[in-house]
């Protein structure tokens, strides 16, 4: 009778080791999978990190690439109008050489060596004039114009004049920013003229069709009336007047003086139209070329960018002040300088 309790309570023993035996394998079976998913985890965000990082590189690279991009449409840009300004002003001096050449050929065939070999120029022979037309009897004027403005450079430009009373001409183009809108009457009142340089500034748009030209000037018009009441009256060309096709462009002058506008384009050009212009360079390339000029209209800009403009403004105005100049606003009274 005594072996019974014996032989249960040997049972019991041996199913209690069995059991804790089998939960001490589920136990470690369970510990293996544990770190095993946990090494999983580690493996994925480390993957993950990687993949965060090849994507900020990548949102790196692609700004950087972007930013490349958008530098090198703008240097194109300044280059294409750059190029524009220079075929204009040689369509321009050869035109002018065509005009003043005789049509007589025998008139040609009487000048002489010593002619040639002369080449005497206004401050040669500086007392041989006669009595009231000497060189300081001459008016010398000087028509300063900033194109592409308005923007945060135009108040300090607009200081500058002020400095040495001179006046000027701004071609403006249409900016949706209410600071800039302001500096509209801010050159009305500071006595400068107002003129149009158009809404888009988009050659594609604007030399479609004389229709596409007056849609947008009447933009920019409206615009510059609506922000100063003043109504202005002259423009220029983006690109000056020998952009587009000659018959579309020759039928925008026709409408456009119908209706009272007069143009102008230019005979000296700073260069700031690229880039790559530096200061020295623009003050050599006015205060270098302004003499040569009969009506010299000089071509700047005051858009945004154009530091190299504003550093060399003080430079250029002391000179021409030095050299005599006055400085004028146009108005439709002045001579206007054409390429065609």
């Known amino acids: 009778m005594k072996k019974a309790p014996f032989a249960a309570a040997l049972g019991c023993g041996i199913l209690l080791l069995a059991c804790c035996g089998f939960f001490a394998y589920q136990c470690l079976n369970l510990n293996q999978r544990y770190q095993t998913l946990e090494a999983e985890a580690l493996r994925l965000e480390e993957d993950n990190s990687k993949l965060q990082e090849n994507n900020s590189k990548l949102d790196t690279e692609l700004t950087d690439s972007t930013a490349e991009l958008k530098e090198r449409e703008s240097y194109v840009a300044g280059q294409k109008e750059y190029i524009s300004e220079l075929s204009g002003q040689i369509d321009s001096l050869t035109q002018d050489k065509e005009d003043g050449l005789g049509t007589d050929d025998e008139d040609d065939s009487s000048v002489t060596d010593d002619d040639v070999d002369a080449g005497s120029s206004s401050e040669d022979y500086p ?167 009969d009506n010299p209209v000089v071509l700047m800009h005051d858009g945004a960018g154009k530091n190299a403009t504003l550093a060399a403004l003080p430079s250029v105005l002391e000179y021409l002040s030095d050299h005599g100049y006055e400085f004028r606003p146009l108005d439709k009274g002045v001579e206007p300088v054409h390429y065609r």
């Open 127 to 293: 007392n041989l004039y006669a009595e009231g037309c000497s060189p300081q009897d001459e008016e010398k004027v000087v028509y300063l114009t900033f194109d592409d403005g308005p923007s945060s450079l135009t108040p300090q430009v607009l200081d500058i004049l002020d400095r040495y009373n001179a006046k000027a001409t701004f071609f403006v183009v249409c900016k949706n920013n209410e600071e800039y809108a302001e500096y509209l009457s801010e050159i009305v009142e500071r006595g400068h003229t107002l003129a149009l340089h158009s809404y888009s500034h988009n050659y594609n748009t604007i030399y479609a069709s004389k229709d596409a030209f007056l849609n947008d000037y009447e933009q920019v018009f409206d615009w510059v009336v609506e922000n100063t009441g003043y109504t202005p009256s002259l423009f220029r060309f983006p690109g000056g007047s020998n952009n587009g096709s000659s018959y579309v462009v020759n039928g925008i002058i026709d409408e456009m003086e119908r209706r009272g506008f007069q143009y102008f384009d230019w005979n000296v050009s700073s260069g700031d139209g690229s880039n790559l212009t530096t200061t020295s360079n623009i003050i050599d390339n006015i205060c270098g070329n302004v003499g040569n000029a």
